[in-house]
Nanobody, 111 residues
Framework: VQLQASGGGSVQAGGSLRLSCVSSRNLFSVNAVGWHRQVPGKQRELVAYISGGSTNYVDSVKGRFTISRDNAAAYLQMNSLKPEDTAVYYC?????????WGQGTQVTVSS
């Protein structure tokens, strides 16, 4: 399974970015699709995921971020970005007990 993430960049607070993660596996055939983020020196944090047809978000991004997918890619629409959203963002899929990661894409939000 190969995952290719893109869409990161630098924006000012209040701006928007849309991350994409192209998958070599049909994303309607996997158990879960998620986006995580990591700041240097901290643990990787689950931001949003889709599983069993439902979507879930960490409290800090609810109402601002939207996760979606089609058969070939996963997306994370990020609106009203805040400086604390600055991180490297990773896409992830879970197939049974196996977990697959894309390379990270940097998101930098300036105040």
């Amino acid at each position: 399974v190969q995952l290719q993430a893109s869409g990161g960049g630098s924006v000012q607070a209040g701006g928007s970015l849309r991350l994409s993660c192209v998958s070599s596996r049909n994303l309607f055939s996997v158990n879960a699709v998620g986006w995580h983020r990591q700041v240097p020196g901290k643990q990787r944090e689950l931001v949003a995921y889709i599983s069993g047809g439902s979507t879930n978000y960490v409290d800090s991004v609810k109402g601002r971020f939207t996760i979606s997918r089609d058969n070939a890619a996963a997306y994370l629409q990020m609106n009203s970005l805040k400086p604390e959203d600055t991180a490297v963002y990773y896409c992830n899929i879970r197939i049974g007990w196996d977990s697959y990661w894309g390379q990270g894409t940097q998101v930098t939000v300036s105040s």
